[in-house]
């Protein structure tokens, strides 16, 4: 781990890119907007998405894969999925990103070393980003997608598009988790898991699109409808 675990810097990686961010809720699939999100510089995903891309959906989900954060837990529960290296070289991931530096978060990581025991770069988020994030959600611990959102608007990007993000408002697109597909059945598993906030994550993610020194931000339609109800 020592030696393949780099700090992943958002100055280094994002100054002055155009930054696509497609999440996992249904909601990517009202507008085929799968041009325009492969017409970014950086497009990120999280968690499942190269596990679960199909090419069919790519009018609604495009193709480009750039980042990819990960919980690093590579359980169904979590709904982290497996980690295919070979895979995700092939799909054009050129990073995979473990948002959560902390002694958790670090354990975690240390954990897939010792499951893989292969010498496989894999990064982690600056320790500063995680500061503000743990700030804000007090003693909740941060979705990987909330995770990747802060970070993308804490950098110094020249534009955001943001899709397939709804707080869990609405639910999973088909087939990324299949155990969750209404959002009762969301609730009930976050309650159980009893760590996470999408309320409140909803909350400092507005806070957020207010402060962030990107001045171009696009949203889809779904997320729109959340924020200016």
Known sequence: MVLSVRVFSIKKNFKNKRIAIVGAADSVFDEKNGDFIDSFDIVIRINKAALVWDKEKSDYLGSKFTFLFHSFFENEYSGGGSVDFEKFKKMGIAKIINPNYTREGLKTHLNFYKRHLRLRRTFILAPQIRATITKELKSYVPTVGFSALM?????????????????????????????????????????????????????????????????????DKALSALIQP
Not at 193 to 210: A, I, M, R, T
Request: proline share 4%; aromatic share 14%.
């Open 151 to 219: 970070a993308v608007l804490m950098s110094d990007c020249a534009e955001i598009y943001i899709t397939g993000f709804t707080f869990f408002k609405t639910p999973y697109q088909v087939g990324y988790r299949r155990e969750l597909t209404d959002p009762v059945k969301n609730q009930r598993h976050l309650e159980n898991q009893g760590v996470h906030n999408p309320d409140l994550e909803f909350e400092v993610f507005k806070k957020y699109l207010d402060l962030t020194s990107c001045e171009n931000i696009k949203i």
